[in-house]
T-cell receptor, first 114, second 115 residues
Framework: NAGVTQTPKFRILKIGQSMTLQCTQDMNHNYMYWYRQDPGMGLKLIYYSVGAGITDKGEVPNGYNVSRSTTEDFPLRLELAAPSQTSVYFC?????????????FGEGSWLTVV | GESVGLHLPTLSVQEGDNSIINCAYSNSASDYFIWYKQESGKGPQFIIDIRSNMDKRQGQRVTVLLNKTVKHLSLQIAATQPGDSAVYFCAETHTPPGANSKLTFGKGITLSVRP
């Protein structure tokens, strides 16, 4: 039972570098999300997608881009890494319907920008 | 504005005692609430949820209480065990059927279980 899988687990970037955090889910969920979690804080929504081909900004989208070409995959792109993007990133997915919206999270990706 | 907040940043309990973690929310339109547990180095894990048409829901050793009058949510853990040590988040959303629904998370409270 893989659930939500994200890679890499850890990464150190230099200021100005670019990278992509990969995320895939095998639960056929329609919604996918990227959150960031700063130390001692709750989760902030970066971007989300309600289905393949559709993405929307969350609370803190600046400095990030996403795409959703398939139901399973939702990569997060950092184009010009900045120290403010040092954080733990969580990918998540859910099936949104009449029964509610329970989100399932990946294990997290620890990113440090130096 | 919308916010979901937790009253205390840390909670220390004796093993075997019951734990109560409280959460306040400010969005009156919220109709769906979830408690998550996050262990060190891991992603949040779903514990229990409750819809606004209920005021209590029970799971295995956990109970969630919802007081819509004062916009308050609590998580009760019975017979707290060392494995319950983690950060707990409440989250809220409103879910019109078929519409976008995004969770708003509180900051989290750390539960520490003393042996």
């Amino acid at each position: 039972n893989a659930g939500v899988t994200q890679t890499p687990k850890f990464r150190i970037l230099k200021i100005g570098q670019s990278m992509t955090l990969q995320c895939t889910q095998d639960m056929n969920h329609n919604y996918m999300y990227w959150y960031r979690q700063d130390p001692g804080m709750g989760l902030k929504l970066i971007y989300y997608s309600v289905g393949a081909g559709i993405t929307d900004k969350g609370e803190v989208p600046n400095g990030y881009n996403v795409s959703r070409s398939t139901t399973e995959d939702f990569p997060l792109r950092l184009e010009l890494a900045a120290p403010s993007q040092t954080s733990v990133y969580f990918c998540a997915s859910s099936y949104v319907g009449y029964s509610g919206n329970t989100i399932y999270f990946g294990e997290g990706s620890w990113l440090t920008v130096v | 504005g919308e916010s979901v907040g937790l009253h205390l940043p840390t909670l220390s309990v004796q093993e075997g005692d019951n734990s109560i973690i409280n959460c306040a929310y400010s969005n009156s339109a919220s109709d769906y609430f979830i408690w998550y547990k996050q262990e060190s180095g891991k992603g949040p894990q779903f514990i229990i949820d409750i819809r606004s048409n209920m005021d209590k829901r029970q799971g295995q050793r956990v109970t969630v209480l919802l007081n819509k009058t004062v916009k308050h949510l609590s998580l009760q853990i019975a017979a707290t065990q060392p494995g319950d040590s983690a950060v707990y988040f409440c989250a809220e959303t409103h879910t019109p059927p078929g519409a976008n629904s995004k969770l708003t998370f509180g900051k989290g409270i750390t539960l520490s279980v003393r042996p």
